[in-house]
């Protein structure tokens, strides 16, 4: 693994704390990284360390491996931002932020007061109809057949159709939407990430200019007509908040599917207990939520802090990384144990006042697409001679899961 650092290291960070960290390389590797990459960090690394890779562009940033730690910074509004984290409007010289992941008190809390109930478990669960419909009609591509390619078969279009229903775009947009993911959360190259964001902010401005003169009942027309404290939100709200939608609304499902059903196939006697006791399912996506949580975030310092004695100034940049913090030894007895009765909590979808939005989608989408393959296909196994490629980053992402069965 060729380490490259751009940005220097800031004067304050002491040297024996400089690391590179493996899991923020976005390329492919072909091993499990939870199995070596994680557990390695977790056996050689102190409480905080300073990546000198961690944010896009090879850029440092303090890494916390403990999910107290995390915890602690999640809920520090005081000391720690998540404006600006994600770095997709400075990418094109710009500054407007997603909505509402990148506001600070008080808009964020009369943004999130407006869309919290949209996407509440109720909300969620009157999407089940429509969501088990779509799981049944790609599972059911696979009977009368031997293998597949979980990934790209049902993994990756399975929550990209659910997106773009909710967004009311045709299914003919997918192959765009998922070829512009990738570059933005999966590809090193700062001018690929800027092309691919230009293009979906243009694509997205077109769609909501028209949905302008045509409202419906899908997400983007919600966002042009959310007021707060009886005042329209601006234009730069509207587009923010739908980047933000697209985002979250189709890589972060398809990471954790491709990550669950690489466990259960590499693991006959948890998919047994399943097939055994449907009921289990439930517990059992959580279980795995927490062991193969797949997505890193950031804060940025705004005030000088310490965390275990060690100075945070203005400016640092904190990685929230959850693969981390699911794997934590001292949250978790045997942390790299999967057990689907350990009934532990997790900070998988964030914490605190920023905790994901769409949250509550995401497991309606993974617990129906764990019990409607699970009802199709028989027990299933990678295939003779595979080797899975994953791709670490910001998100951790199972590229390819070729399956067998019967």
């Given at each position: 693994?060729?380490?490259?650092?751009?940005?220097?290291?800031?004067?304050?960070?002491?040297?024996?704390?400089?690391?590179?960290?493996?899991?923020?390389?976005?390329?492919?590797?072909?091993?499990?990284?939870?199995?070596?990459?994680?557990?390695?960090?977790?056996?050689?690394?102190?409480?905080?360390?300073?990546?000198?890779?961690?944010?896009?562009?090879?850029?440092?940033?303090w890494?916390?491996r403990?999910?107290?730690?995390?915890?602690?910074?999640?809920?520090?509004?005081?000391?720690?931002?998540?404006?600006?984290?994600s770095?997709?409007?400075?990418?094109?010289?710009?500054?407007?932020?997603?909505?509402?992941?990148?506001?600070?008190?008080?808009?964020?809390?009369?943004?999130?007061?407006?869309?919290n109930?949209?996407?509440?478990?109720?909300?969620?669960?009157?999407?089940?109809?429509?969501?088990?419909?779509?799981?049944?009609?790609?599972?059911?591509?696979?009977?009368?057949?031997?293998?597949?390619?979980?990934?790209?078969?049902?993994?990756?279009p399975?929550?990209?159709?659910?997106?773009?229903?909710?967004?009311?775009?045709?299914?003919?947009?997918?192959?765009?939407?998922?070829?512009?993911?990738?570059k933005?959360?999966?590809?090193?190259?700062?001018?690929v990430?800027?092309?691919?964001?230009?293009?979906?902010?243009?694509?997205?401005?077109?769609?909501?200019?028209?949905?302008?003169k045509?409202?419906?009942?899908?997400?983007?027309?919600?966002?042009?007509?959310?007021?707060?404290?009886?005042?329209?939100?601006?234009?730069?709200?509207?587009?923010?908040?739908?980047?933000?939608?697209?985002?979250g609304?189709?890589?972060?499902?398809?990471?954790?599917?491709?990550?669950?059903?690489?466990?259960l196939?590499?693991?006959?006697?948890h998919?047994?207990?399943?097939?055994?006791?449907?009921?289990?399912?439930?517990?059992?996506?959580?279980?795995m939520?927490?062991?193969?949580?797949?997505?890193?975030?950031?804060?940025?310092?705004?005030?000088?802090?310490?965390?275990?004695?060690?100075?945070?100034?203005?400016?640092?940049?904190?990685?929230?990384?959850t693969?981390?913090?699911?794997?934590?030894?001292?949250?978790?007895?045997?942390?790299?144990?999967?057990?689907?009765?350990?009934?532990a909590?997790?900070?998988?979808?964030?914490?605190?006042?920023?905790?994901?939005?769409?949250?509550?989608?995401?497991?309606?989408?993974?617990?129906?697409?764990?019990?409607?393959?699970?009802?199709?296909?028989?027990?299933?196994?990678?295939?003779?001679?595979?080797?899975?490629?994953f791709?670490?980053?910001?998100?951790?992402h199972?590229?390819?899961?070729?399956?067998?069965?019967?």
């Amino acid at each position: 693994m060729t380490e490259q650092t751009v940005a220097p290291i800031p004067a304050h960070v002491p040297a024996e704390l400089v690391r590179y960290y493996p899991l923020s390389e976005r390329k492919t590797i072909y091993e499990n990284p939870f199995d070596t990459l994680v557990a390695d960090v977790h056996n050689t690394w102190p409480e905080i360390a300073y990546g000198s890779n961690v944010y896009p562009g090879n850029v440092g940033a303090w890494v916390l491996r403990r999910a107290e730690d995390l915890k602690a910074v999640y809920m520090d509004e005081e000391h720690f931002t998540k404006k600006g984290f994600s770095g997709f409007a400075a990418l094109l010289g710009e500054s407007w932020s997603l909505i509402p992941t990148e506001l600070e008190p008080p808009r964020h809390g009369a943004f999130r007061q407006v869309l919290n109930p949209l996407f509440a478990p109720r909300r969620m669960a009157e999407l089940t109809v429509k969501v088990r419909d779509r799981a049944r009609e790609l599972a059911a591509r696979f009977k009368g057949r031997t293998e597949c390619d979980f990934a790209a078969e049902f993994a990756v279009p399975f929550p990209a159709i659910i997106f773009l229903e909710l967004f009311g775009l045709p299914q003919a947009e997918m192959d765009h939407f998922l070829a512009w993911e990738h570059k933005l959360l999966h590809v090193a190259d700062q001018t690929v990430r800027a092309d691919a964001t230009r293009e979906v902010k243009h694509f997205l401005q077109d769609v909501i200019k028209e949905r302008r003169k045509n409202l419906g009942t899908d997400l983007i027309s919600n966002a042009i007509q959310i007021t707060i404290d009886g005042e329209p939100i601006t234009d730069d709200e509207i587009l923010g908040h739908c980047f933000n939608l697209y985002v979250g609304g189709l890589d972060t499902v398809a990471s954790n599917l491709g990550l669950h059903f690489h466990h259960l196939a590499t693991h006959p006697e948890h998919q047994q207990q399943l097939r055994d006791n449907p009921a289990l399912i439930p517990a059992a996506m959580e279980e795995m939520l927490r062991a193969y949580s797949a997505v890193t975030t950031f804060r940025i310092c705004t005030k000088q802090t310490e965390i275990h004695g060690v100075s945070i100034l203005p400016g640092d940049k904190v990685a929230m990384t959850t693969p981390l913090a699911g794997r934590d030894p001292t949250q978790y007895k045997n942390p790299n144990e999967v057990r689907f009765d350990r009934g532990a909590t997790h900070v998988t979808f964030g914490y605190g006042s920023h905790r994901c939005l769409g949250a509550n989608l995401a497991r309606r989408e993974l617990l129906i697409a764990l019990e409607e393959v699970l009802a199709v296909l028989p027990p299933f196994r990678l295939a003779p001679g595979a080797v899975v490629p994953f791709r670490a980053g910001g998100v951790i992402h199972v590229e390819s899961l070729p399956l067998v069965w019967g």
